[in-house]
């Protein structure tokens, strides 16, 4: 073989390791320390009507204060408590699903709708009651079956989050 083959080799060679390499970092999985740790039994599906057992309770149960409201309402009254460890960092911030044939569709509000961002802390062991506007769409909310759930993070002393859950509450309008 002639020193241009040799060459024309190794420079394929060493190209080959240059972008296997580089597949490999741009495509690397995170280490697992780069998660953050998974809450236990993280999110509440609150069903109405039905009361948990102290064997179900969850890290953040959320219900609303009526078992149904009527078309029209303007806001509902949903009430948090944090059973968790740590302090529970949300906003006013909620999402919007109206359950249809089995399926939970998201709902978009109006355009011109602000939203709470004010950042609220709930401690260890308190229930707090938020209302909840949900005048937000172009029509008022039919008949049905509504879920509104927002990301809330349990949150350290030197402002950092250990977990992140759900404050989930279904509510029914007749």
């Not at 999985?29 to 969850?58: C, H, W």
């Not at 709902?107 to 709470?116: A, G, I, N």
């Amino acid at each position: 073989m002639s020193k241009n083959n040799v060459a024309i080799i190794l420079l394929l060679f060493s190209l080959g390791i240059v972008i296997i390499s580089m597949w490999f970092m741009l495509h690397k999985q995170p280490e697992k320390t780069d998660y953050l740790p998974t809450a236990t039994n993280d999110s509440m599906f609150a069903v109405i009507g039905l009361q948990s057992s102290s064997e179900a309770k969850r890290s953040i149960e959320a219900r609303t204060m009526q078992e149904s409201y009527p078309v029209g309402t303007d806001e509902v009254e949903l009430e948090i408590t944090n059973h968790g460890e740590s302090p529970l960092s949300y906003t006013g911030y909620y999402d919007f699903r109206m359950l249809e044939n089995g399926e939970w569709q998201p709902l978009s509000p109006r355009s011109d709708v602000l939203f709470d961002s004010t950042e609220h802390l709930l401690k260890p062991g308190e229930t707090v009651t938020q209302t909840v506007p949900i005048d937000l769409f172009e029509a008022p909310l039919k008949a049905g079956t509504y879920r509104i759930s927002q990301l809330a993070c349990f949150s350290t002393p030197d402002g950092g989050f250990t977990a992140c859950s759900e404050i989930t509450a279904s509510l029914t309008i007749k």
